[in-house]
């Protein structure tokens, strides 16, 4: 199994995936309460509990408040039509402090995550992705709650319902126990190793080692503190901003990632890390890399095709959008990166000192994306496009600045080669199937032989200035590059993203409808 197709293509796990669909239905029912004011803050009760057989033992605190199940639907979701039980529409939340302890004996992590939130909507409860975490107690602006957790999601009743615009502090105790025999093959979250663990959370991994709004569409700053025994390394999304001894035999990590952030582009990594800091690049982006052992001299051959590449992406759709870029070299499974914000995940396999076809294509690849997924996220999951097409058209882009290729071989290959199944642009099958990536790619070229180069590179830079550390739909795209371009792009939107047939050729100049 490999996540690299053949060619200069890249399609996650190739063949082997299934479409990531989640039942359409909340993973919970709605818990019975008794209206009694005087138990609201008892949480240790757990007859309540409908957790999953798999899960760790959750604690529910069926006391409290009375609840109208009318007003749960919404609260459990985001609205996502892909995955429909993940986030919540009634909270924005701003940060999260997130405090963990790794116990490798036990395969868990502790945690305490502190989030700091906004409700958008009327409510009288709260609603976290917490995928199996085994909750023991939730706290709401300094009292302990009541709450449910089951399956995926994690309930907390209030005090009094609140209205939209109430600004909320919770903490989360809880513990995640760790699957050591789990093995990437499609499933996102944290994948254990000899000397600890690295973790790819797209679409829904985070979930399952912290709560949190599961959802692009909620993006928050964080804090990362991983305590974790000497002398592995702990590795998050942000800056370092210390380490030091927690107990005797331990040390605390603690990263902070200032700028807003998807929740499904968290890293978190745990081994024998070397943390490299690779000066700053001209336009003052500092690069910061993670390096596995053994693997910290490759780290700096990655270095100067990352600072080009840097440059050229800058000409081409704007000022990289972070303070800080670097890649992770992780013992991760061969032929899978990820554009973790801010430091993207590599196998050590893949990024092994040397620099061919391969290399630049994945450095290129998760670089893209840090303009095209993560400054800009997609705003539902079928917009994945978004992102797989741009990063895929932004390593062509690559590929033949660097001589590898000529982009419109390689966006002939693409569209010969797509088959005619994998379902629209717009909607695939295969979440991380070709259709997303060479079918998206093949979507912007063909966006740009329509609207022109002038245009198409006008419309990728203004795409990421309008929609910068915010998340945005196919519709919102057409928006932009119909002004850029004054064209009516609906029909071309029709025919290349929404209709499962593709065209099998790309189109000439658009003639211009005023
Ligand atoms: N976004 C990653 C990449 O293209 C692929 C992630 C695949 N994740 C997964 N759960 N299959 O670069
Ligand atoms: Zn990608």
Known sequence: MSVLAAGMTLAACAGSSA????????????????SDASSTDATTDTTGSTGAPTSPPTTAAPAGDAIDPG?????????????PGLGSSDIDVEHYDVALTYDPAANALDGTVRIA????????????????LGVIEAVVDGSSRPFLAADRELLINLPQPVVAGTELEVEIIYRAQLDVDRRFADEAGIFVTAGGFWSVNEPDGTSTWMPVNDHPTDKATYTFAVTVPDPAVAVANGALVGSGEASPGTTTWTWQQTEPM???????????YELIDAGTTAGGVELRHAAIAGTA?????YSDITIEQIDFFETLFGPYPFDRYGVAITDSTP????????????????????????????LAHELAHQWFGDAVSPGTWDDIWLNEGFATYAQWLWLAEAGFATVEDLANDALTTLADSGGPVGQPDDLFGTVSYDGGAVVLHALRTTVGDEAFFAGLQAWVVE???????????????????????????????????????FPGPAASTG
Do not use: K
């Not at 001299?297 to 051959?301: C, E, G, H, K, N």
């Open 467 to 505: 929609h910068l550390d915010s998340s945005a739909t196919t519709d919102e795209l057409r928006a932009v590059f119909e002004r850029v371009s004054g064209l009516d792009l609906e029909p071309f939107f029709e025919e290349w993203v929404f209709s499962e047939a593709r065209p099998n050729r």
């Open 19 to 34: 479409p990531i669909v989640i039942d359409a239905e909340p993973a919970v029912t709605a818990p019975e309460h008794d």
């Open 335 to 362: 032929g899978l990166a990820m554009e973790t914000q801010g430091l993207s995940l590599f196998s050590s396999a893949d990024l092994d000192g040397s620099t061919g076809g391969l290399q630049h294509l994945l």
């Open 262 to 272: 998807a929740s499904y582009l968290t890293l978190l990594l745990v081994g024998d």
């Open 71 to 83: 007003s749960l639907s919404r609260s459990l979701s985001a609205g996502d039509p892909r995955f």
């Open 297 to 301: 001299a490759s780290a700096a051959t």
């Open 117 to 132: 939130l906004t409700t958008t909507a009327d409510t009288d409860r709260l609603a976290f992705d917490a995928d199996s």
